[in-house]
C-alpha cells in the first residue's frame, strides 16, 4: 500500500466496494485515491486479474489498473459493464454529487453511464448538507474560444474561474478547460444541469444528479457508512 493512501476510512470504504467486485465482471473505474486503493485490492485478491475487466475514466487509473493485472478495456459501443466505481468530492443526502477534482468528470460520467450500476466509496469527510458547501462546480469547457464560453457560462453561474496548473491552464485528459464555479445556496440543480447543457463550449460539469446507488463512505475509526438512494 502506497503511503498516501494510508488513511483508514478509505481503506475501509475501498474494502467494502472490493465486495461488490466478482471475477469476470466488467467494471468502471473512476479517479482519485480510494479508486486506486480499490485496484490495488483487486491485485491483491486475484494476483491474475479475476478475469476483470475495466474500463478507466483516466490515464493515472489505466497505469494503475495495468499494473495490477486487470485487463483494461475500451466502451466500444458494444460493452456494457456491471458495475461503476468511483469517488466524489461532495455527497448530499440525496446521494447528489459533485465530481471533477481531479478533472476527470467528462470521462468519469460516460463511464457511469455505461455501467448498470453506480456505487460511490468515499470518506464521510465528503458528504455536505448542500453541495457546493466547500467544493466549486467544475464545468469542462472546449479550448477554442474558452473565455467567450467563460462569458456566456458567467450568465448561468457566477464567477467562473479558470483552473491552473503550475500557472498554466490545466488541461484534462481529452484537451479541454476546466472553470470552477461557486454554487450558491437555494439554487436548483436540477434546473441547473439542464442549463448548464445549453451553453455552447460547455462539454460537461461535476454534478452527477440522480445516478449513484449507493455510497459507501469510511469512517476516520475504519468503519463503514452506507448512504442509499432514496
Same mark, same amino acid.
Given at each position: 500500500?502506497?503511503? %498516501?493512501?494510508?488513511?483508514?476510512?478509505?481503506?475501509?470504504?475501498?474494502? &467494502?466496494?472490493?465486495?461488490? +467486485?466478482?471475477?469476470?465482471?466488467?467494471?468502471?473505474?473512476?479517479?482519485? @485515491?480510494?479508486?486506486?486503493?480499490?485496484?490495488?485490492?483487486?491485485? !491483491?485478491?486475484?494476483? #491474475?486479474?479475476?478475469? /476483470?475487466?475495466? &474500463? +478507466?475514466?483516466?490515464?493515472?487509473?489505466?497505469?494503475?489498473?495495468?499494473?495490477?493485472?486487470? !485487463?483494461?478495456?475500451?466502451? %466500444?459501443?458494444? *460493452?456494457?459493464?456491471?458495475?461503476?466505481? #468511483?469517488?466524489?468530492? !461532495?455527497?448530499?443526502? %440525496?446521494?447528489?454529487?459533485?465530481?471533477?477534482?481531479?478533472?476527470?468528470?467528462?470521462?468519469?460520467?460516460? *463511464?457511469?453511464?455505461?455501467?448498470?450500476?453506480?456505487?460511490?466509496?468515499?470518506?464521510?469527510?465528503? @458528504? /455536505?448538507? @448542500?453541495?457546493?458547501?466547500?467544493?466549486?462546480?467544475?464545468?469542462?469547457?472546449?479550448?477554442?474560444?474558452?473565455?467567450?464560453?467563460?462569458?456566456?457560462?458567467?450568465?448561468?453561474?457566477?464567477?467562473?474561474?479558470?483552473?491552473?496548473? =503550475? $500557472?498554466?491552464?490545466? +488541461?484534462? $485528459?481529452?484537451?479541454?478547460?476546466?472553470?470552477?464555479?461557486?454554487?450558491? =445556496?437555494?439554487? %436548483?440543480?436540477?434546473?441547473? $444541469?439542464?442549463?448548464?447543457?445549453? /451553453?455552447?463550449?460547455?462539454?460537461?460539469?461535476?454534478?452527477?444528479?440522480?445516478?449513484?446507488?449507493?455510497?459507501?463512505?469510511?469512517?476516520? $475509526?475504519?468503519?463503514?457508512?452506507?448512504? !442509499?438512494?432514496?
Amino acid at each position: 500500500m502506497s503511503s %498516501d493512501d494510508a488513511s483508514p476510512a478509505r481503506e475501509a470504504a475501498s474494502a &467494502a466496494a472490493l465486495e461488490l +467486485v466478482e471475477p469476470g465482471m466488467a467494471i468502471g473505474l473512476g479517479s482519485g @485515491r480510494a479508486v486506486w486503493r480499490l485496484v490495488e485490492r483487486i491485485g !491483491e485478491r486475484w494476483p #491474475d486479474g479475476g478475469g /476483470v475487466r475495466a &474500463a +478507466v475514466a483516466s490515464e493515472r487509473t489505466r497505469e494503475r489498473a495495468s499494473e495490477a493485472g486487470i !485487463e483494461v478495456i475500451e466502451l %466500444d459501443g458494444s *460493452v456494457e459493464l456491471d458495475l461503476a466505481l #468511483d469517488g466524489a468530492d !461532495e455527497i448530499d443526502p %440525496d446521494l447528489r454529487l459533485v465530481k471533477g477534482g481531479g478533472g476527470a468528470l467528462l470521462r468519469e460520467k460516460i *463511464v457511469v453511464a455505461a455501467a448498470r450500476r453506480f456505487v460511490v466509496i468515499a470518506e464521510t469527510s465528503k @458528504r /455536505v448538507e @448542500r453541495l457546493g458547501e466547500g467544493f466549486r462546480l467544475p464545468v469542462e469547457v472546449a479550448r477554442f474560444a474558452w473565455a467567450d464560453t467563460h462569458r456566456r457560462l458567467a450568465r448561468v453561474l457566477p464567477d467562473p474561474e479558470l483552473r491552473l496548473a =503550475d $500557472d498554466e491552464p490545466y +488541461v484534462t $485528459d481529452e484537451g479541454h478547460y476546466i472553470l470552477d464555479c461557486p454554487l450558491g =445556496d437555494g439554487v %436548483d440543480l436540477e434546473a441547473l $444541469d439542464d442549463d448548464l447543457r445549453h /451553453v455552447p463550449g460547455v462539454l460537461d460539469h461535476g454534478l452527477f444528479l440522480g445516478m449513484a446507488e449507493r455510497a459507501l463512505l469510511g469512517t476516520p $475509526d475504519g468503519g463503514v457508512e452506507v448512504l !442509499e438512494a432514496g
